[in-house]
């Protein structure tokens, strides 16, 4: 499964920052997906209870925000919101853009504890 291998690179990711702040646990996780990632939110979220097992964030909760689709206009220029399914110019509806925003899978922010004084 595709969200499992993004979901263990992701607590990689996690734990090394953890780790690097000294912190024994990881008590919070939010994820930013675009809509355009290939990535299903509700798999990912089942292959993280799977990842998470004997990690720092063993405890931790995800959370998953789902960005808009963004795309800039190679003819007039203009930037703006387009559907997932139909990425066109939002000003003249020319289908020639370049996507700005929306094929990301960003970890936003953890929040650690257990910071030894
Ligand atoms: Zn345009």
């Known amino acids: ?5 993004i979901c263990q690179g992701l ?7 953890a780790r ?13 997906i675009g809509p355009l990632a290939g990535v299903e939110p509700e ?3 089942r292959a993280f209870e ?15 925000e789902t960005g808009p689709v963004v795309v800039e206009c190679r003819s007039c220029g203009a ?10 110019c939002p000003s003249c509806g ?3 853009v370049n996507l700005v925003q929306g094929d990301e899978l960003l ?3 953890i929040e650690i504890s257990g910071i030894p004084v």
């Open 43 to 45: 798999l990912l979220s």
């Open 11 to 17: 607590m990689s990711q996690v734990e090394q920052i």
């Open 107 to 109: 970890l936003m922010s």
């Open 79 to 88: 930037k703006g919101g387009a559907k997932v399914n139909r990425l066109l």
């Open 1 to 5: 499964m595709h969200e499992m291998a």
């Open 20 to 32: 690097d702040k000294g912190a024994t646990r990881v008590e919070h996780i939010v994820l930013s």
């Open 50 to 64: 799977v990842a998470r097992a004997d990690t720092l964030a063993s405890t931790a909760e995800l959370e998953i």
């Open 94 to 96: 020319d289908w020639k």
